[in-house]
Each structure stands twice: as C-alpha cells, then as structure tokens.
C-alpha cells in the first residue's frame, strides 16, 4: 500500500530513500526507488542557482518528467525526486534497460550532454567518462 505520511516523514528523518510508482497505484503496486551515490555523482550537480529555479518550476507547474529507473535505482531524476520528497508531490516513473552498469553510466553521461546548457569543461569531462566506460565494455 502507499506509505502513511508519518511513515514517509521517518524515512525521510533517517535519509531513507523510499518512493513509490503512481503510474502503479490503482494496481496496488509500490515500487521502491533508490539511490546509488556511483550513478547520482557521475552527473555534475546543478548549482545553488539552477537547483532553485528547479523547485520554482516543480512547485509551480508539478513535475512533469518522469523520474527515470535501472532495476530500481534512479537513472536520471535525482533532483526531481529530491524535491518531490521534500514536498510531498506526486510522480512518475519508467524505467530503462540496460545490460549492465557501464551501459546505465553511459546513457546517463550522453543523456546530461543532450539535456543542459553545459559548460565546455563539464561537457569535455561528460565525454571523457563516456569514453573511459566505452573502453570498459
């Protein structure tokens, strides 16, 4: 069943990554998301200004992506997820598959190229990762 608001207020006490998939909930199903610091730090985080502008939107307009899944670890949505726990707001998720962690890290690091207004240091050190992984394959 959905978490009770004071259970969702413990996790969130104790910095428990929880979550569930709304897309889900008329079927009974609750999906657990979590949160592996390897695929959350891989990305350059948004600085104090972006991240502000971020929940603006959100609380403003409602998260409008879908926080993205590998075998229940956020992919991409970290900040989403972030402030849609903080608030109490509804989501959606899907989820992608990829044959192993170096494909996820891949398609995370060539996703953010695609996505933000980039520095050239960051892009240029988004596609060194993808082409140190692509060598790992």
Do not use: C
């Not at 910095?15 to 610091?37: A, H, M, R, T, W």
């Not at 707001?89 to 398609?107: A, G, P, Q, R």
């Not at 996505?115 to 060598?135: A, H, Q």
């Amino acid at each position: 069943g959905i978490l009770s608001n004071r259970l969702r207020q413990a996790l969130v006490e104790l910095d428990i990554p929880f979550s569930y998939d709304l897309s889900n909930i008329d079927k009974g199903v609750e999906i657990i998301l979590q949160i592996k610091e390897e695929f959350k730090n891989l990305i350059p985080a948004l600085s104090a200004e972006e991240y502000a502008q971020l929940e603006a939107n959100i609380l403003n307009e409602g998260i409008r992506e879908p926080i993205i899944t590998w075998n229940g670890y956020i992919i991409d949505g970290h900040n989403r997820y972030d402030i849609a726990t903080r608030f109490d707001l509804e989501y959606k998720t899907t989820s992608k598959h990829f044959e192993s962690e170096i494909d996820v890290k891949i398609w995370m690091a060539t996703n953010q190229l695609g996505r933000r207004n980039l520095s050239d240091y960051v892009k240029g050190e988004l596609m060194e990762e993808i082409e140190k992984l692509e060598k790992q394959k």
